[in-house]
């Protein structure tokens, strides 16, 4: 079955930039959609941006629209968001899901990973 680990999380100043990745094992992220939520404490849990399985588009939420981007290394099995111009609103445990199709991912898919704290700070 399809296993996710993310890793990449750090402490970093505002307008810094991080890349999370989303690493798979059990089975081929091209056969998935993939999703990034992120949540804060005290927060609800938030999607942030989606990649699809069939032709590879990607959805952002308006909040981080034109600073993070989504994208998949099908070669390393491995999902990305890289993070720019990164905001004191953005600290959150970062999760990667997925799911067969975007549809399900936005509202949460079957598979998880554990997460991964970025912390911004001035």
């Known amino acids: 079955q399809l296993q996710l680990v993310e890793s990449g999380g750090d402490l970093v100043q505002v307008g810094g930039s991080l890349r999370l990745s989303c690493a798979a094992s059990g089975a081929t992220v091209d056969y998935y959609a993939i999703g990034w939520f992120r949540q804060a404490p005290g927060k609800e849990r938030e999607g942030v941006a989606c990649i699809s399985r069939s032709d590879g588009s990607t959805y952002y939420a308006a909040f981080v629209k034109g600073r993070f981007t989504i994208s998949r290394d099908n070669a390393k099995n491995t999902v990305y968001l890289q993070m720019n111009s990164l905001k004191p609103e953005d600290t959150a445990v970062y999760y990667c899901?997925?799911?067969?199709?975007?549809?399900?991912?936005?509202?949460?898919?079957?598979?998880w990973g554990q997460g991964t704290q970025v912390t911004v700070s001035s």
């Open positions: 899901n997925a799911d067969i199709d975007s549809s399900i991912v936005v509202r949460g898919g079957k598979y």
